[in-house]
């Protein structure tokens, strides 16, 4: 996987709140094993009418915004736990959700799959949604190494928290077995003195 230091890019608004898991990635896209293709489905009850056709007053479907971050209402991610949810973030190409809130499991399912789940005040996102209905090409940067989110419209900034583990595999690049490897001379070591005590 690519590190993950810095980002700063323009984002896709969602101001819903309670978004769970269902409306992510509908039920009947479960079947499916495999992560690739899974954005194509993301939101796909609002973003697409029966037929297919996509629906145009839907975020996704609006050229005015872009961008590799998702800034969504308050309780992103409730409901079931399917990893299917943060596959079809990530395969859409979103490396950061920005929420004042999040379901613990999607957190986590988010953070496996290399997705950056970013809390934020209520007010800052609130400030966020502001900015971005004024100039829709304001960005937001994402200081992972400080756990700093900055509103570049604004110049206004906050900290947000994360394990530290995942902070590290994130600043890596490693997902959990790769950091397992990253540590194999340090576990081989132990284990040698351990075989001699």
Not at 7 to 15: D, K
Request: aromatic share 12%; proline share 3%.
């Amino acid at each position: 996987m690519d590190k993950f230091t810095t980002l700063t890019s323009t984002i896709v608004p969602l101001p819903i709140e309670n978004v769970d898991t269902d409306q992510i990635i509908p039920a009947r896209f479960l079947k499916a094993t495999d992560k690739n293709g899974f954005g194509d489905n993301l939101f796909a009850d609002w973003r697409y009418n029966k037929d297919g056709s996509p629906i145009s007053s839907f975020v996704l479907n609006n050229s005015t915004y872009s961008g590799s971050i998702l800034v969504a209402g308050k309780n992103f991610g409730s409901g079931s736990s399917r990893e299917h949810a943060a596959w079809a973030i990530a395969s859409y190409g979103f490396k950061v959700v920005v929420s004042s809130f999040f379901a613990d499991i999607f957190k986590n399912n988010a953070m496996n799959n290399f997705v950056l789940p970013v809390v934020v005040s209520e007010a800052f996102l609130a400030e966020i949604f502001d900015s971005v209905n004024a100039d829709a090409k304001m960005t937001l940067t994402i200081d992972l190494e400080n756990q700093k989110i900055t509103n570049n419209a604004t110049g206004k900034s906050e900290n947000f928290a994360i394990n530290s583990y995942k902070k590290e595999c994130f600043l890596q690049g490693f997902d959990d077995i790769d950091y397992l490897l990253s540590k194999k001379s340090a576990i081989e070591e132990y284990e040698t003195k351990c075989a001699l005590t």
